[in-house]
Each structure stands twice: as C-alpha cells, then as structure tokens.
C-alpha cells in the first residue's frame, strides 16, 4: 500500500488530541499432542520455539500479546480458554505447529468468543528430502516430519468449527521469508487493530440532521451494536459557551498557527480568521472535555446570532481536528464519519467527499465537499478562502481547499439497507493530476480502472447515501478483514 498517513505535517505546531483507547490485547496460542513428547525427543521443544517466533512477529507498539504457549491435551486447552476471558483478548491466532486433536483447540475458542485465525505456517517452504530419507532412524524422520505438517489438522479443525458455528479465518504460508504470507497476517493485525479503535470511539453528535437528506438518516442503535463504542449528544450551545472563554491572545496564537498550517489566501479578512480561531479552540476544548475520537454536525443558527456566528465558523478548526485523528463529518452524516474514522484508524486519511462532475473527456469522477477536510491527506498546503455564501447552508465565512495527493487511493462507504443492517461498499482508484473547481471546497480527480461511467453505475446499484469517505493507498483487503471480524459483508465495485 502506498501513501499511508504516517505523522501530522505539522506536528508540533498544534498539541496532540490524546484519545483514551486501550491497546488491542491479541491472543496467541500453538497446538500439539501431548502423545508425541516422549515418543520424539526435542519436537515439543522445537515447537515451542516456532511459537515463540510467531508471537515476536506479531509484536507492534499498539498491540499487546497474550501467549499461552503450546496447548496440548484437553484440560489445557479449557484452562487456556478461561484464561483468554480473563485477559480480555480482543481476537485469537491459533498457531497450528504441528497435528493435533480438534479437542485441544474447541475449547479455548469457545470460550473465548472472540474471532479466530487460524495461522497454517510451516517452518521452512519444503523439507529437505534429501536429508530427510538420509537421517536413517525412522523416529528420527517421524519426528522431523511432525515438525513440518502443520496443515494435516487444519480441515479437522476446520470441520469442527463449521459445525460448532464458530467463524474462523486462515493463513497459510510459511513461518519465515514469506512476505505475502505475513503482510497478510499484518493486514489481520491491523484490521482487528481498527475493530477494537471503533468499539471504543465515542462519537460525538452536535445539532440535527440536514433537512430533507433522506439518504442521510441512520440508526445510531444499530451502529453501535455493529461497531461497538458510544454516541454523545453534544449541543451547539456547549460549544458556543467554550467560545466566550476564548480570550484574545491565545485567538491570535490560533490564527498564527493557521498561517503556518494552510496557505492562508491573501484576501481572507482578519476578522473572519479571529473568528474561525476562537471556534477552532473551543472545539479543541470540546473535544477534550468529551473525550470524542469523532464528531457528526449541523445546525443551522438561524434566529440566534451566536449560533450561527459558532456554526458558520467551524471549517478551519473541524479540519484540523480531522487531520489529528479526530473525524468530523458536516450535515450530520454518522455513517459517513464512521467510515472516515475507520480510514483514520487505518492510517490512511478519510476525508469527507461526494461527486461533483463527470469528466467525460478524462475518463475521471470529480469528488469534493464543502467544510471540513482531511488535510493531512493533501497533495499540497490546503488552502483558505474566504466565501460570501455557504451553499444550501446559513452564513458566511472561511473554507479549505485542496486536493487529495495524486495515487492510489481507497473510497468507502458504510451502507445501511432495507432491513436496517450496515455494510461496506468500497472501490479502488487513483487520485490523477488535473484541473479542479477552485471554489473553497475538498475536490480532486479520482480515475478508476473500471472507467468513470461504470464506477458510477456500480457503485450507485448498492444504494449508499451520497457521501463516502476517501482514504490513501489501496486497502480493500485490509477493510474485507475489518468487515469479517464485524461479522458485516463487503462490496467492492473495483
């Protein structure tokens, strides 16, 4: 994948937004039959070591392992599935070393009740055979066998889960110098990673949905039983009496770090950039206070001078939230803001965006938004310009434009259907270089290897709202890994 989000640019220049969300704790355990020890000298050993391998690999900053060893008789395996409930494991990798019996393995996933991934490694590509048939003492070549057939009791396993209903997931490959084998591991680690982000996100929402935005409306119930986590009622008026606690000096200081962040345009009034400066803190403060890992918002003001004075003046500050981890989607749009976090979490952007035009001639969609954008993901310094008239919205005031970075780049949507369920709708594509619409919006050029016309059909057939969320680098694995760990499906249009 390429163009993954690695830092804030500007780190440094704004404090970082410092979200509770406790580490993913993984647990990891191998399988064995306690039969072989004293008939095959050294194998239990040895494969203890090739778990030992695998939980350094699965090792990361943000993951916590729990290893349980070599499980190899069923009263082991009861205890095991006891102590991952203790331990509150977040997912399981079930490292199958060698053959074993289905008894040592049913009992500590069932228990657990967690998903389960089956790691099918073998420790080198291929024996050996010439060394193999030469060893001369059968045991010998038995054992060494044994240390190589980690595949013979996957499909008993496999077997057992199917009519236990317990949902599993494979790899198969190889314990070392296979990269395919562990960037998908990898792609595991980091799905179940963003499943556990999502499952303690508590989203933040401010004011109602927008009028007449049919599409827009989804139950909150139902996103909360599929992605775990938890929605607060944020009110205008909140954030509004933050804003009077702004004082003078640390606006300025706000509208300096402006200046050093966006390519400020040089006919953005003072006071609008005083204006768009004391909001921006409050939301910070607000933020804090709440302790929100995203934001869904709007609200029109009208009849209320200082709720439209707070409201008409967001963009600037909700886009650097979002550029810090913290999502905030316009119009009230909770599934689309599910979607950016989750782009977020990934480490890939997630900004907010819709079509704007069909370029027929280029073959390219035209995807853009007003507010807030993701600007972290920009291909150059985002700019500001001021806008006499928010379209279809109340107020005036100041708003970013750019561009997303020229590459691949990954759009998901997070559908809900007739009978009320959620699902994903992804597509792969490339942010191209070209003209845009320089009218203080989020829009870039997106071509797709289906072609313009077909990417809209296709992805329009699904019936997702009109927003989507887009990200950098190409990810779909990585999001159908998310949506199996959900237990949601997936549809990819390309």
Not at 102 to 115: D, E, F, G, I
Not at 177 to 191: F, H, K, S, T, Y
Not at 395 to 419: A, C, F, W, Y
Request: charged share 20%; hydrophobic share 40%; aromatic share 8%.
């Amino acid at each position: 994948m390429q163009g993954r989000v690695t830092c804030f640019p500007w780190q440094g220049i704004l404090p970082q937004m410092n979200l509770q969300v406790p580490p993913l704790r993984a647990g990891l355990f191998g399988i064995g039959l306690e039969a072989y020890w004293p008939q095959f000298q050294g194998l239990k050993e040895r494969l203890e070591g090739y778990v030992r391998a695998v939980s350094k690999k699965l090792e990361r900053p943000d993951v916590e392992i729990i290893n349980l060893g070599l499980i190899d008789s069923p009263e082991r395996a009861m205890e095991a599935g006891h102590q991952f409930r203790r331990e509150d494991v977040d997912v399981i990798f079930l490292y199958v070393t060698t053959y074993a019996l289905s008894s040592t393995v049913l009992p500590v996933v069932r228990r657990a009740k967690v998903p389960v991934i089956i790691l099918n490694l073998q420790p080198t590509s291929a024996i050996d055979y010439v060394a193999f048939n030469t060893m001369g003492d059968r045991t010998r070549m038995t054992g060494d066998w044994l240390a190589h057939c980690s595949a013979c009791p996957v499909p008993e396993i496999a077997n057992v889960f199917k009519r236990t209903g317990i949902p599993f997931h494979q790899v198969t490959g190889v314990l070392e110098e296979d990269p395919v084998c562990w960037n998908e591991i990898g792609a595991w680690l980091d799905a179940a990673r963003v499943a556990n982000v999502m499952s303690h996100n508590r989203l933040g929402l401010m004011g109602h949905c927008y009028n007449g935005m049919l599409d827009i409306a989804s139950d909150t119930t139902r996103h909360i039983a599929t992605f775990g986590g938890h929605m607060e009622i944020v009110e205008v008026e909140e954030l509004a009496a933050l804003r009077r606690g702004v004082s003078d000096s640390k606006a300025m200081r706000r509208v300096g770090e402006f200046r050093e962040i966006f390519d400020v345009q040089a006919d953005c009034p003072e006071v609008e950039l005083m204006r768009a400066a004391r909001t921006s803190l409050a939301l910070d403060e607000l933020v804090s206070l709440k302790n929100l890992g995203s934001l869904a918002y709007y609200h029109m003001g009208s009849g209320c001078p200082e709720l439209e004075d707070v409201i008409s003046s967001v963009i600037l500050g909700n886009s650097l939230l979002t550029a810090r981890g913290i999502p905030v989607a316009g119009e009230y749009e909770v599934k689309n803001v599910q979607a950016m976090k989750i782009l977020d979490a990934f480490g890939v952007g997630g900004s907010f965006t819709e079509y704007y035009a069909m370029d027929f001639a280029d073959d390219v969609v035209l995807m853009g938004h007003d507010g807030p954008g993701h600007i972290a993901i920009a291909g150059s310094r985002t700019k500001v310009r001021p806008l006499g008239v928010y379209h279809g919205k109340v107020g005036q005031g100041l708003s970013v434009e750019m561009s997303v970075k020229h590459g691949p780049v990954t759009l998901l949507s997070i559908v809900e259907d007739r009978n009320g369920s959620l699902f994903f709708l992804a597509a792969e594509g490339e942010s191209v270089p070209g003209p845009i619409l320089e009218i203080g919006n989020t829009n870039s050029r997106y071509k797709f290897p289906i072609g313009a016309r077909s990417f809209v059909n296709n992805w329009n057939s699904h019936g997702p709202a009109h927003h989507c969320a887009v990200g950098v680098g190409h990810i779909s694995h990585k999001l159908a890994k998310l949506a199996a760990l959900l237990n949601i499906r997936i549809e990819v249009v390309c």
